[in-house]
Structures are given as structure tokens and as C-alpha cells.
């Protein structure tokens, strides 16, 4: 088997855990990383045995043998490193949100279609076996047309700290880091309706006002984000996330269908309990239909082996670029509805 070389962009922290999943795939090598700190590339050449380290991107790009880069550099600082590297000619699978703005996530797309190459955004959890199961579930038809969503990721207390706080870095704050695992995961069950409206609030009051961590106090980016979205199918859907709340829980991950609903929960993508569960109706007959034993699954090795393995073989992206970006086109609208008071703002697909 062909051993596909590949070059890292950001050696922080989790690019240690595509480091140790890489570094267990057969036929894939990181043979050179960059990073502006030195002693974050001092520590991948150590534990990773990653022989070429360069301060500068660009320059590790030249590198004609590398054939894909992982960008796992903050959120406001993917685009640059992935345009870059599509333009080199390279593959690339970037950590998840794709961009802290749509433009930024839409150059992406762009240089992804125009240089023809994988772009691959790492949403792990479509590789979890509960989505999975409620992907077939609604894929075999049973919902019928989906017309109404909630979709959660929520935290009580479950601020990150250092560069996801910073305005600089990370552009934005619970709706990029966790809300877009609930975004990613409505759309993709509800087949990525193209959405034409949002109205949506955002704020950051309980982290700078907070009682329980003063570093927190310097969060420049939202901890609370709720969006209003509609759909051109004439779907519906209600999103909401948070990092911390006076609250258990903001409710659950819920979609109905014209035949029958479905409730979601897992990790990010919060449900009253984990597990899919079906609410339908047969022969005048209530039912509900449970899957709650899952086996677990390690979504890091799923998604790197996936990528890899598109690389070798030429397939597609494992993970459609356009459909994460329609994420980055309702937490836009979610963030300009909101700096305009909360009222209703259009909002465009990026075309190419
Ligand atoms: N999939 C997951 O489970 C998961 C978990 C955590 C973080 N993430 C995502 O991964 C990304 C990175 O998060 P992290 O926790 O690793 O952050 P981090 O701050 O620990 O690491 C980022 C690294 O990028 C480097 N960097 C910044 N700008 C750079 C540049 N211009 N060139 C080269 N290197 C640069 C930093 O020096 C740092 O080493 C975020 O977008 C985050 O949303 C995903």
C-alpha cells in the first residue's frame, strides 16, 4: 500500500490526537509540521518522530513529497493555511468549524473546487455510531419530510479557555467550537436544505460577569448563541448553544418528520439520554422505537483513516466542504441577526 506523506499545520493540542491516530494508520507518515511556537514543534518532533519543522507554512509547502497537510491551527486561522495549501496542490483536512466568517469558509470551498483537490473538515461526530444509525434511519425513510428541527450543544460549565476566548484566534466563540456540531449534524440528516433566513441572539453576559473562573472575564467571543432558521424547503429549525448556562440543560436534539420524529443524543449534540429513538405511528397505532446499545467508536481513526484513505484512492472529500460551510452560513446569519437587534436577516449560499 501506498504510504500517503502529509505535512501538519499547527502542532497544538489537537493535533496530538491526529498525531497519535495517524501514527497508528498504516500507510500514512507526517513527515514535517509547522507552527509559530517553537516549543509546540520541539514537542511534535519529539513524541511524533516528525523529522522536517518550519515557522513558516509556506515554505513547509514546497515540499513536493507531501501530498495532503492537516490544519489544526485556532479557528479564525483556517482559511489562510487551507487556501494555501489547496493551492500548493495539496489535500487538506482541516479541524472543524471550517472558519470563523462565511467569506473565510467560502474561500475555502472556492480553493477546494478550483484546484481540485479533498477538503475535508473534521466533524467527528458523523462518524459516531448514533449518527450513523439515525443517518440510515432517515435515509430508509423513515421520517418522511423532515419540517422541524431543535438542535443542541449545550454546557452548564464548560467554558475552554486560551485561544478559544480570543476574538483573534477564534473568531467565535460556543456556535463555531460546539454549536457547530449540532448544526452540522441537523443538516446532514436533514439532506443540507439550503437555508434563506436566520434571526438569532449572541452574548458573552455570564462568562464576563462569571463567579467561578476570573480568566474567563477576558472572553471576548460569544457563550450563548440561539438561531431562528429558515429553510427554502420551508423547513424550520431552532439552534442553541452555550458554554455555560443557570440552566441543566437547554433541551434536546429533536427532528419531525411528516411520518415520524426522531431524538438524537450524543457527546456535543445533546439529548435528554444518548441514543436515537423513534416516535412514529402504524396502522393508527402509536410506537416508539429505541437503539440504545452502541458500540463505541474511536471517530478520530474513523475520520484520519477516511481522509487517508481519499487521498490514496482519489475518492471525494468523506466529508462535503459545501454542506459544512451551509453551517458557516447560518452562524453568520445567527451573528449579523443578532448585531441587528435580533431582526430577521436574508442570508446566501456562496456560489463559485
Ligand atoms: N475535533 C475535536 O475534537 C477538536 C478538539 C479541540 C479543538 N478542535 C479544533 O482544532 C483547532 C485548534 O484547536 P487546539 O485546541 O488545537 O488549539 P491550540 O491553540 O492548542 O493549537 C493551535 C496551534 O496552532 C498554532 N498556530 C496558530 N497560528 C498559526 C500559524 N499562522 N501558523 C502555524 N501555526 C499556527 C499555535 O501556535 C498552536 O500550536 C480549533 O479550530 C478547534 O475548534 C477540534
Keep these: 500500500m501506498r504510504t500517503v506523506k502529509l505535512g501538519l499545520i499547527g502542532a497544538g493540542g489537537i493535533a496530538q490526537a491526529h498525531c497519535g491516530t495517524l501514527a497508528n ?23 511524533w518522530g516528525i523529522k522536517q519543522t518550519f515557522s513558516d507554512y509556506n515554505e513547509m509547502l514546497k515540499l513536493d513529497e507531501i501530498e495532503a497537510v492537516y490544519v489544526c491551527t485556532p479557528t479564525g486561522v483556517h482559511a489562510a ?27 475555502m470551498w472556492r480553493a477546494a473546487k478550483e484546484n481540485d483537490k479533498i477538503l475535508m473538515i473534521g466533524l467527528k461526530l458523523r462518524y459516531s455510531a448514533q449518527v450513523v444509525k439515525a443517518k440510515e434511519v432517515v435515509d430508509a425513510g423513515t421520517l418522511g419530510d ?10 452548564r460549565r464548560g467554558n475552554p479557555g486560551g485561544s478559544f476566548i480570543v476574538k483573534a484566534t477564534a473568531g467565535l466563540g460556543a456556535s463555531a467550537d460546539i454549536g457547530v456540531y449540532a448544526l452540522d449534524t441537523a443538516l446532514y440528516l436533514m439532506g443540507h436544505p439550503k437555508p434563506v433566513a436566520v434571526s438569532g ?19 471576548e467571543v460569544e457563550d450563548f448563541g440561539v438561531g431562528w432558521v429558515v429553510f427554502e424547503n420551508g423547513a424550520r429549525m431552532v439552534f442553541k448553544t452555550c458554554w455555560c448556562m443557570n440552566m441543566d440543560s437547554l ?12 431524538r438524537l443524543g450524543i457527546g456535543e449534540v445533546r439529548g435528554p439520554e444518548e441514543g436515537v429513538r423513534v416516535y412514529g ?9 429505541e437503539f440504545t446499545e ?59
Design 281 to 289: 405511528d402504524k396502522d393508527g397505532e402509536i410506537y416508539d422505537q
Design 146 to 155: 423532515i419540517y422541524y428541527v431543535e438542535t443542541v450543544a449545550d454546557r
Design 294 to 352: 452502541f458500540e463505541s467508536v474511536d471517530v478520530f481513526r474513523a475520520e484520519d483513516t477516511a481522509f487517508v484513505d481519499a487521498v490514496r484512492e482519489g475518492k471525494p472529500s468523506p466529508i462535503d466542504p459545501y454542506g459544512v460551510m451551509l453551517t458557516n452560513v447560518i452562524i453568520q446569519g445567527v451573528i449579523d441577526s443578532s448585531n441587528a437587534g435580533g431582526r430577521e436577516v436574508a442570508v446566501t449560499v456562496p456560489t463559485l
Design 81 to 107: 493555511p487551507t487556501v494555501a495549501a489547496l493551492n500548493a496542490g495539496k489535500h487538506v483536512f482541516c479541524e472543524k468549524p471550517m472558519e470563523a466568517t462565511l467569506n473565510a469558509a467560502a474561500s
Design 201 to 219: 441572539i449572541t452574548s458573552n453576559y455570564l462568562s464576563l460577569h462569571n463567579t467561578w473562573n476570573p480568566a474567563l472575564k477576558e472572553t
Design 251 to 262: 433541551g434536546g436534539t429533536i427532528f419531525l418528520g411528516k411520518k415520524a420524529g426522531l
Design 25 to 47: 494508520i498504516e500507510g500514512a507518515e507526517i513527515i514535517a509540521a509547522a507552527d509559530l511556537v517553537p516549543a509546540n514543534l520541539e514537542r511534535a518532533q519529539e513524541r
